[in-house]
């Protein structure tokens, strides 16, 4: 596979000569200044793909040329948006980054309660608490029936939590949900809004009557467009799965699972309507077995996020290590039988200063250089094995 690396562009304090020195050897970006929903132009994407060579690296993969919100949920804007995004993808075809990873996720486009919930090594890690999430839903975001989407245990872990919660607490699970892991990757929340809750809700009111058929048939409209533009620059489009891959906040959810991939993939069968096998999302969620999706979804994965997750008794999860067996497993199966195809690690641990450096929610520097290494040395043992 291809070593690649997400960056946020010229303003990241990660360099592009940082990351040619660690063995990077493709650049997943995007133009981030340019809003949600406004062309690409093609001085614009060549801009970015200069910069990225002149420092000897090449944009391997677009994460993410942003869906909007009313393609989604099908505004009346949505072909004015679809003709944009065209033109979007034919800058991009035009200047020979052929590799987009983008998501169909409602409103939240993925969702932590703890960014640094601490390992006994001293690193810190992104965590899933199912209980401060669903104290969040129902006590915070005030959502209409949210308790109907709880277990008792559930619940009752909900109680015991507004009993120690403070305003603080509050505000922290407010930052973490819908600001620190949205406004960095053109995203509908930013750290500059002043009262994000309230545009929370709003978002969350634009997809009310929509359940997951609609979703789906938006989703196959949308790829239904485009695909003429990908047929004709040789384009993949990657999904990336709902993370978690569960129903949250009473959102249609179309990526979670076997079913849902496949589902997609039938919709809209043509090759180059494909998936990011991203392992970690795909763990969340204790109904999918990845290793068995990794082989059955091989031929059809244009991009993969290397990492996992591990799920605990009462639905919370925590990313695991990058030698996890099972993503070991998964990273010898896109070695042998999808090999040039882009992996980038993600989600690694705070260790060495990462936690003083303002770095994005799961992008560490040296968290990431220590995935990265781990991963390498998988890959180079199963191309060893396999002479």
């Known amino acids: 596979m291809e070593k690649t690396w997400r960056w946020f562009g010229p303003k990241d304090p990660i360099t592009l000569d940082m990351l040619r020195q660690i063995g990077v050897e493709g650049i997943v970006t995007a133009l981030h200044h340019i809003p949600n929903g406004e062309v690409w132009s093609y001085h614009e994407v060549m801009k970015m793909k200069t910069f990225i060579e002149d420092h000897g690296l090449r944009w391997s993969v677009v994460e993410s040329l942003p869906v909007s919100e009313s393609i989604k949920y099908g505004g009346a804007d949505r072909d004015e948006l679809i003709e944009k995004y065209k033109v979007s993808l034919t800058n991009l075809g035009k200047a020979g980054v052929k590799t987009i990873c983008y998501n169909f996720m409602p409103v939240l486009d993925w969702a932590r309660t703890d960014l640094t919930y601490p390992n006994p090594d001293g690193t810190s890690n992104l965590y899933f608490s199912r209980a401060e999430f669903a104290y969040f839903d129902i006590h915070i975001l005030n959502r209409k029936g949210a308790e109907k989407d709880y277990d008792a245990d559930t619940l009752a872990r909900v109680e015991e939590l507004g009993k120690q919660m403070d305003e603080e607490g509050r505000r922290r699970l407010v930052d973490n949900i819908i600001v620190k892991t949205q406004g960095f990757v053109n995203g509908n929340i930013s750290e500059d809004d002043l009262q994000p809750v309230e545009k929370f809700r709003e978002l969350l009111a634009l997809y009310d009557g929509i359940d997951a058929a609609q979703l789906r048939a938006n989703m196959a409209y949308f790829l239904?467009?485009?695909?003429?533009?990908?047929?004709?620059?040789?384009?993949?489009?990657?999904?990336?799965?709902?993370?978690?891959?569960?129903?949250?906040?009473?959102?249609?959810?179309?990526?979670?699972?076997?079913?849902?991939?496949?589902?997609?993939?039938?919709?809209?069968?043509?090759?180059?309507?494909?998936?990011?096998?991203?392992?970690?999302?795909?763990?969340?969620?204790?109904?999918?077995?990845?290793?068995?999706?990794?082989?059955?979804?091989?031929?059809?994965?244009?991009?993969?996020?290397?990492?996992?997750?591990?799920?605990m008794p009462g639905g919370d999860f925590k990313e695991s290590t990058h030698l996890d067996p099972r993503l070991i497993d998964v990273i010898a199966t896109f070695e042998r039988e999808r090999p040039g195809v882009p992996m980038r690690v993600d989600h690694a641990p705070l260790m060495l200063g990462d936690e003083k450096m303002g770095y994005n929610a799961g992008y560490s520097f040296h968290g990431r250089m220590l995935a990265l290494g781990e991963v390498s040395g998988i890959m180079a043992a199963v191309n060893a094995l396999n002479k």
């Open 224 to 311: 239904s467009a485009i695909m003429p533009v990908c047929d004709e620059y040789d384009i993949n489009m990657c999904v990336h799965p709902d993370d978690p891959p569960l129903q949250i906040l009473g959102l249609p959810r179309i990526v979670t699972c076997d079913a849902d991939i496949q589902a997609f993939l039938d919709a809209v069968p043509n090759p180059h309507n494909g998936l990011t096998f991203c392992a970690g999302s795909l763990s969340a969620g204790a109904h999918n077995d990845v290793q068995q999706l990794a082989r059955k979804y091989a031929s059809r994965t244009h991009f993969v996020h290397a990492r996992i997750c591990r799920v």
